[in-house]
Structure formats: structure tokens, C-alpha cells
């Protein structure tokens, strides 16, 4: 549209000419607008988070203070329950060395195939050979065997 056909009058015509047309709300005005914060209520409230936490800890408590009196007066002393717990680890550390072993050996054959397709280009290189002559094999420092990072 043209400001002819707008302000009715025509051609083009001076700003101070033109007469006013200004913006206003229609009949009736707006529709309120909403301003105020509304937070919807979802989840527990504040009180019973509180007193679920309470409960939670006061049985938390209640456990840690049965197994205080269970320990206190058991015939048990206390050099008896750790001598206890030490002859359990060393009656099941054979068996864990055992595991360790294993692993160890199965690693150590990857290790020495790596090695082989990696040196197969030098002359003399024995694969497997400690390459500090000490005399003494000694595990690898690490406690695993991985040619990829090396």
C-alpha cells in the first residue's frame, strides 16, 4: 500500500501535511499479559525430602551402632577377627598367583610374537633376549605386558 491510499491524499505530500495516524489497541484493548513467575509444583516437597533424608541416616546409624555392639561383645577380640581375616587372604593368595601367572605367560607369547614381526627386519635381533644382560629375569615393572603402548 501506498501512504496515498493510506492517508487519502494524493501524490506525495509533506510529513507536516500528512495527518496523524497512529497505532492504538483495538476496541476493547489487549488481553492481559501474565508477568508473574508460575513455577509448576512437580516432585516432593521440601519437607518430605528432609524427612526421607532423616530416616535414610537415622537407619544408616542404627545399623553402624548394631554392628559396633555385634563386634564389642563378641567372643571375638579384635587380634582374633584380623588374624582371621589374614589366614583367608593367604590361604586364597596361591590360587590368585596362579591367575596371575597365567595371564602373565599368555601376554608374555603376545608380546614375544609382537616383537618378532616388529624385528624381523634386524639383523641379529634375538627375540625374547633381555636386552640389559643382567643375568636375572625380573617381571615387568608396569604388572602388564602391552606391546601397543610401548
Known sequence: MTEAS???????????????????????????????????????????IFLTTFGVFSWGMYQVGKGNKIRRDSEMRTWEIKEEKYAARRA???????????????EWKKYLEEEARIMKDVPGWKVGENVYNSGKWMPPATGELRPDIW
Open 92 to 106: 586364597i593368595l596361591p590360587m590368585l598367583q596362579a591367575e596371575e601367572d597365567e595371564r602373565f605367560v599368555k
Open 6 to 48: 493510506i492517508r487519502n491524499k494524493p501524490g506525495m505530500a509533506s510529513v507536516k501535511d500528512m495527518p496523524l495516524l497512529q497505532d492504538g489497541p483495538p476496541p476493547g484493548g489487549f488481553a492481559p499479559v501474565r508477568f508473574a513467575r508460575r513455577i509448576p509444583n512437580k516432585g516432593p516437597s521440601a519437607v518430605a
